[in-house]
């Protein structure tokens, strides 16, 4: 069941201040939601969440444009970035470490992502390839976004991870030796969270796949 940042926080005072009101004009409420939103990062970077899975898809604007804009909440790559520059031919960049590209000739298919003052970008070589009106798509995992109003629904599939991280940091913070227990029970759902992501279905294609089909899309038998 998902929550708000508002049940986050009643739960937080239910068990720190033994109350369920919540005002969210207190200063304490305001540095509570800073430790809600520390943990949320905490566990949005412990894994690859399913829940953090973006598929975006663009065109070109201008021709021969090496440069695509990602949007604000990338965070990084979870395939192979795809072209199609006429609707019917489709190419796949793999993604190279950027401090490697010269390594590489001019008419090399690859990409790479740079990160400039918050902003990132995908570089796609060889450039002339993005004519105007391409089709791009890219799938990547976001990083999740800032909790503020209390309404703002949290991304972590079980939130009593964000309420004992939470409790953890309270505690530490006034010196209660009991932020040790809270942190380990936070510890102990993060494992758990792990634990079901990497579990899938009896219906999950499981089958391990070849170097050609992870990378190239090539079917053993079809193609």
């Not at 899975?53 to 021969?64: A, D, L, M, R, V």
């Not at 070589?125 to 999740?144: C, H, K, M, Q, T």
């Amino acid at each position: 069941m998902s929550k708000n940042l508002n049940d986050v926080l009643t739960e937080v005072s239910a068990v720190v201040s033994q109350t369920t009101t919540v005002t969210n004009t207190s200063d304490e409420y305001s540095l509570w939601k800073s430790y809600v939103n520390m943990a949320q990062t905490e566990w949005a970077e412990s894994y690859e969440w399913s829940q953090l899975f973006i598929e975006y898809n663009t065109k070109t604007s201008y021709p021969s444009q090496a440069t695509i804009t990602l949007p604000t909440n990338f965070r990084k790559l979870s395939g192979y970035p795809k072209i199609s520059i006429d609707g019917l031919t489709t190419k796949e960049y793999a993604e190279i470490d950027s401090q490697k590209k010269t390594q590489y000739e001019d008419s090399d298919e690859y990409c790479y992502v740079l990160n400039t003052t918050g902003q990132s970008y995908l570089i796609v070589n060889p450039y002339d390839e993005l004519v105007s009106g391409a089709s791009i798509f890219v799938s990547y995992w976001r990083s999740p976004a800032s909790l503020v109003s209390p309404a703002d629904v949290v991304d972590c599939p079980n939130p009593e991870y964000l309420v004992k991280r939470t409790i953890a940091y309270v505690w530490e913070a006034r010196e209660d030796e009991r932020y040790l227990q809270a942190q380990a029970e936070a510890s102990r759902i993060l494992g758990n969270l792990i634990e079901m992501e990497q579990s899938k279905g009896y219906a999950y294609d499981s089958k391990i796949q070849t170097v050609e089909e992870n990378k190239y899309g090539f079917r053993l038998g079809r193609d």
